[in-house]
C-alpha cells in the first residue's frame, strides 16, 4: 500500500520559515507526482506545489512563487516543501498527495491524485 506522512507544520511568526517534509512508501512505479496541497477553513484543496520523479519538473502556485521551494531526496523517499516568507494567508492544514504520472494531467487538482497522507497544521502570525 502506498502511505504518506506528512510532517513538519507548526506555529510560525509571519515572515518566518518552515520545512515540510513528505515521506512516501509503497510507490511501485518509477513515474510518480508528489504533491502539496493545502485547506483552509473550506471545503477546497488548493495545489500549492508539485514535482515529477520523471524529470524533476515543478510547478508552484503563482501565490508562492518565489517563497516556496518543492524539493525531493530519493535516497529517503522524501519530498520536502520549504517555506520562506511566510504569510498569515500561508496559513492552512497542508497535505501531500501522490499519483503515477501517466502524463495526462497537469497534476495540479485535487481528483488528480490518488493517495493522500494526513494533514500538518501551519499557522502564520502577524
Known amino acids: 500500500d502506498v502511505q504518506l506522512q506528512a510532517s513538519g507544520g507548526g506555529l510560525v511568526q509571519a515572515g518566518g520559515s518552515l520545512r515540510l517534509s513528505c515521506a512516501v512508501s509503497g510507490f511501485t512505479s518509477d513515474d510518480y507526482v508528489i504533491g502539496w496541497f493545502r485547506q483552509a477553513p473550506g471545503p477546497e484543496r488548493k495545489i500549492v506545489s508539485h514535482?515529477?520523479?520523471?524529470?524533476?519538473?515543478?510547478h508552484y502556485a503563482d501565490s508562492v512563487k518565489g517563497r516556496f521551494t518543492i524539493s525531493s531526496d530519493n535516497a529517503r523517499n522524501t519530498v520536502y516543501l520549504q517555506m520562506n516568507s511566510l504569510k498569515p494567508e500561508d496559513t492552512a492544514v497542508y497535505y501531500c498527495a501522490a499519483t503515477e504520472d501517466t502524463g495526462s494531467y497537469w497534476y495540479i487538482e485535487s481528483y488528480e491524485y490518488d493517495y493522500w497522507g494526513q494533514g500538518t497544521l501551519v499557522t502564520v502570525s502577524s
Open positions: 514535482i515529477r520523479s520523471r524529470d524533476g519538473d515543478t
